[in-house]
């Protein structure tokens, strides 16, 4: 079974500019998820989806990230403008059925603003 | 809202020891996970354990979900266990709250 697939995953970027990142999940996984990790810092929930609709995207900072996951597979995030609080790892995860919060995760994109 | 506490917060051990994790929880809790991210960052799940004992190899995890605490046992330490270990929990809301986790390195 392949994991989750993230790309890319390294990313250097000046502040105010804009950033993508892209996820494929497992098959079959319909909940996927972003995390945003700082350094030291355990994970922080940004989105959740479940098959293409949003279940939980209250600590997205809506003025300036975006998600979307149109066909209920693979996701986007994007950053427009980055700002130097937002260098972090991203994490994408995706779980089966009948998991009750994230299990698989991909192997992340490093984002630094410079 | 529900706390997650780990502990210790860092651990040195020779390659060869053996580690009991601690993770403490302050609710009932519908899931709990333990994950090991290792030094480039990748999270692998290692235990979905939200009640009885489970075996992986030299690692085995205990939650004790009546006394609101789980153990992860670590056993014959190799170098490639460093990294940080989590422990996560689902609540009521489905999202999991995350410990502040366990700084473990394995020295040679």
């Known amino acids: 079974e392949a994991g989750v697939a993230q790309s890319p995953r390294y990313k250097i970027i000046e502040k105010r500019q804009s950033v993508a990142f892209w996820c494929n999940p497992i098959s079959g996984h319909a909940t996927l998820y972003w995390y945003q990790q700082i350094l030291g810092q355990g994970p922080k929930l940004l989105i959740q989806f479940q098959n293409n609709g949003v279940v939980d995207d209250s600590q997205l900072p809506k003025d300036r990230f975006s998600a979307e996951r149109l066909k209920g597979v693979d996701s986007t995030l994007k950053i427009q403008p980055a700002k130097l609080e937002d260098s972090a790892v991203y994490l994408c995860?995706?779980?089966?059925?009948?998991?009750?919060?994230?299990?698989?995760f991909g192997p992340g994109t490093r984002l630094t603003v410079t | 809202g529900i706390q997650v506490e780990q502990s210790p917060p860092d651990l040195i051990l020779q390659e060869g020891a053996n580690s009991t994790l601690r993770c403490n929880f302050s609710?009932?809790?519908?899931?709990l996970q333990w994950f090991h991210q290792n030094p480039w960052g990748q999270l692998i799940n290692l235990f979905y354990i939200p009640s009885g004992t489970k075996q992986n190899g030299r690692l085995s995890a205990t939650t004790v979900a009546t006394e609101r605490y789980s153990l992860l046992y670590i056993s014959s330490s190799q170098t490639t266990d460093s990294g940080v270990y989590f422990c996560a929990v689902v609540h009521s809301n489905y999202q999991l709250i995350w410990g502040a986790g366990t700084k473990l390195i394995i020295k040679p």
């Open positions: 609710d009932s809790v519908n899931n």
């Open positions: 995860a995706s779980s089966p059925p009948g998991i009750a919060g994230a299990r698989d």
